[in-house]
């Protein structure tokens, strides 16, 4: 995979994300929006600065994220 979709906003019932191992550079603003999202596994993906952020944004709000 090398991208998410922008529609991933829409799935607001969304728990954990696994999409480790992939070629993704640039994480969707709209996963901010994924109220529910505990757990976020990004782990071996080329993330960009924008991504990296992103992260630190959901770490904050409390969700877990697996990278690097």
């Known amino acids: 995979i090398e991208r998410l979709p ?3 906003e ?3 019932n969304l728990k954990i994300l ?3 191992d992939n070629q993704i550079r640039e994480l969707p ?3 901010k929006k994924l109220k529910n999202l505990r757990e976020l596994i990004v ?3 080329p993330l960009n600065e924008a991504s990296r952020k992103l992260i630190e944004e959901l770490r904050k709000r409390g969700v877990r994220v697996i990278y690097r």
């Open 43 to 45: 782990i071996g993906n």
């Open 6 to 8: 922008k529609s991933i």
């Open 29 to 31: 603003e709209g996963i």
């Open 10 to 12: 829409k799935l607001e």
């Open 18 to 20: 696994n999409v480790g």
